[in-house]
């Protein structure tokens, strides 16, 4: 544990690391640029109907005649701005119930408490359904739900952990000098919770991006933008898998795959740099 | 200071008092007495032991008194006035401060020294320029180089450095009084010598008053001014240190006594041993709380609370029966 020299060498000393520093870097930049190193514009329709991969279509078009390439580059900025966003959102949320909860404890925690078991209990992905069907669909709609769903877990982490952060006799001598709550929770409580929400964090991407992706799958995403998951969803409703055009399925569905893993695998290689017993386990 | 208290041997005049404070923690419809009525004195410059097995109150005692833990009842007073507003308890924590036991865990990780040292001084609103100086300075007094540590995280100390900046936090604020509840009981044997010296250079330098919690008896006696035995949430005996060690008066201070240990061929003598646990303090014994365990134990122990009463010696006094002259004695003698 000594410092950010710790976390480079997880980072860039383990094939995990690398490969979720690599994985993420290079969706990042297409995320970023994708629209101009797109060799075709994604939506225009052509009359060369499902091809398959040709030197002109390198993973061939779609039941529209679009170029399935063009519209994996561009889907690429949805994923991954719905999938940090909601994350964000979600650990900004998750981490104000915990904060709340575990330090003023009382009332506030038992109802932030049953709230909390709400939301883990309920399962998430009908919730989501249902909220994205009576909202209308669109990409600040997707985040939002994806988001407020998923904090749960993320609050009782934080909870868990400023319990026992409140008894610790720092947090003790500060309020000995008479030190205010806001200043306690500023200066003791969140800066060694962080890394916790962090860790944690990251691994909410992996599920925000796959809730992304099953949502517009359903048919519940932004109808005016590509994703992968609408990718998915065109080419399953226009019978593209029974027809054997598998470049119009596999590249999409292989994105969401190595992004997910790439994401989980940073998340569990944080989660095993603060809770170091996790390292013995593996 | 403690020239001028010298020649009038500070009757009277006090840093702190406690007065009867109770303390109750309620848990599954039970109460526990963690202070019973407890009443001590504090004089300016004095080092005060308070002495006890685990589980007696020594360190709901400590916390009680800096308003750390709610009281039931009972009052703290600072120079002889009652500490009630705001503003009293606020010149309380500016005046005495204290020092935890764990130095692994009354240091914020994520803090540098510096931080962690000028912290007391951001939250009670000491001028900004005033900040540098007087770290140094406390620094300097626990022998601490601050331009060497200052810049360090807690991780890249030693348990004993780790105390040193814990002493420091509690100096910077010049307080006039410092509670130090087992300060060395995690340190190895030969830190724990040096952080001694630390504290008692203080006291003698600054006229810095201590008050020292700690189960370990013989440090107590060679440390301490004055002494407090306490058992079961309530103060058993107390007076000079010598006194107190050399010829204790309650039974329950007589086995403690007799249980150190002490470098004799072939023993040191008599040894009483207690006899069973520290009784819970949700069920505390009816009248003398010690009367169960107690070796001399006579006919009205068992219905009659004792108070302290003088002994003999000047300022010992002993929660026991046997100095009770109210109370007929089984035996003529004491």
Sequence with gaps: MSGERGVRELLLGTWRGRFGIAVLALTVFVAAFGGLLAPYDPYASSTDVLEPPSWSHILGTTENGSDVFSQLLVGTRVSVVVGFAAALISAVVGSIVGLAGGYFGGWTDRILDAFENWFLVIPTLPL??????????????????IGLTSWAGTGRIVRAQVLTLRERPFVERARALGAGDTYI??????????PLIFANTVLIVAVAILSEAALAFLGLGDPTRISWGTMLENAFSSGAPSAGAWWYVVPPGLCITILVLAVSLLGFLFEEYINPRLREAT | MSEIQGGEIGMGET??????VEVRFEARRR?????????????????????????????????AMLGLQPTTAGQLSLSGGVVSSKDEQRALRMRVQMIFQDPYQSLNPRQRVAAIVTEPLKVQGVPKEEHDGRVRRAMSDVGLDPERYLDRYPHQLSGGQRQRVAIATALVLDPDGLICDEPVSMLDASVRAQILKVLVGLQKERGLALIFITHDLSLAWSLCDRIAVMYLGRVVEEGDAADVIERPRHPYTQALVTAIPVAVPGGGGRRELLKGELPDPT??????????RCPRRFEPCDRVDPELVETGAPGQRAACLLYDPTVARPDGGG
Excluded: Q, Y
């Design chain 1, 185 to 194: 929770i500023r200066t003791h409580i969140l800066p060694n919770t962080l």
């Design chain 1, 128 to 145: 989501m359904i249902v909220l994205a069907r009576v909202l209308s669909p669109s990409l600040t709609v997707l985040i939002a739900v």
């Design chain 2, 15 to 20: 840093l702190m008092s406690v007065s009867d």
């Design chain 2, 283 to 292: 069920a505390v014994p009816p009248g003398c709380r010690f009367h169960p």
């Design chain 2, 31 to 63: 109460t526990a007495r963690a202070l019973d009525g407890v009443s001590l004195e504090w004089r300016p410059g004095e080092i005060l032991g308070v002495v006890g097995e685990s589980g007696c109150g020594k360190s709901t005692l400590a916390r």
